[in-house]
């Protein structure tokens, strides 16, 4: 049973426009999310988080949208360049009985942009 | 450089054989975990450590075994390898507490059992 789900597993964009990944959960008790980049033979890369306190958070090109009502949270990057293309996993936490506060990822989605 | 290790990157190895998976740290983290991953397919915990002498299983049933001796490392070991541990197997570090900043992962391993 996923907690975490990423439901597109790739996305392809033209260069210079908007890349939208989407992320969807199922427990409520999840207080921070984060998005992790990752390269083909390298180890995930941390991108962006948020706590479940604010609704969004940005750091340059990436701004991470949550939505608590929706349990739904999205990954913007204005604007994509090719050097973005990578698989994006969506992780989240929760301090509750048994997960210990530890990351549940999604499966990811490779996000190709175009030049 | 504060970084996180893992050697070998990749692996190719007969069935039954016995593997370790080296994982190390500079970064004076307290907390290290394993995950495992396959093509598509989200990463799984396998194991976690909240400092030295501390093991604790994950999410994800695993025939594998860690220690953690040191601070710093925090091997896995599969005493009789098969064909169905072929997988990716990342380690990660973090400090306790908040996870707002997250894992920071090594290259990976990537295991292939014949």
């Known amino acids: 049973d996923q907690q975490v789900k990423q439901n597109s597993p790739s996305l392809s964009v033209q260069e210079g426009r908007i890349s939208i990944l989407n992320c969807d959960y199922t427990?409520?008790?999840?207080?921070?999310f984060l998005w992790y980049k990752k390269y083909p033979a390298e180890g995930p890369t941390f991108l962006i988080s948020?706590?479940?306190?604010?609704d969004k958070n940005e750091d340059g090109r990436f701004t991470v949208f949550l939505n608590k009502s929706a349990k739904h949270l999205s990954l913007h990057i204005v604007p994509s360049q090719p050097g973005d293309s990578a698989v994006y996993f969506c992780?989240?936490?929760?301090?509750?009985?048994?997960?210990?506060?530890?990351?549940?990822f999604g499966k990811g989605t490779k996000l190709s942009v175009k030049p | 450089e504060a970084d996180i290790y893992q050697t070998p990157r990749y692996l190719v190895i007969g069935t039954g054989k016995k593997i370790t998976l080296e994982c190390s740290q500079t970064?004076?983290?307290?907390?290290m975990y394993w995950y495992q991953q396959d093509p598509g397919m989200e990463l799984h915990l396998i194991h976690y450590?909240?400092?030295?002498?501390?093991?604790e299983k994950g999410d994800l049933s695993s025939e594998s075994t860690v220690s953690r001796i040191r601070t710093e490392h925090f091997p896995l070991t599969l005493e009789s390898a098969r064909p169905s541990h072929t997988s990716q197997y990342l380690c990660?570090?973090?400090?306790?507490?908040?996870?707002?900043?997250?894992?920071?992962f090594g290259s990976g391993t990537r295991l292939t059992v014949v």
């Open positions: 990660a570090s973090s400090a306790l507490g908040t996870p707002y900043y997250g894992y920071t």
């Open positions: 427990n409520s008790m999840f207080d921070y």
């Open positions: 948020i706590s479940s306190i604010k």
């Open positions: 992780a989240a936490s929760g301090d509750y009985g048994g997960s210990q506060g530890n990351l549940i």
């Open positions: 970064m004076g983290h307290d907390k």
């Open positions: 450590s909240y400092g030295v002498n501390s093991t």
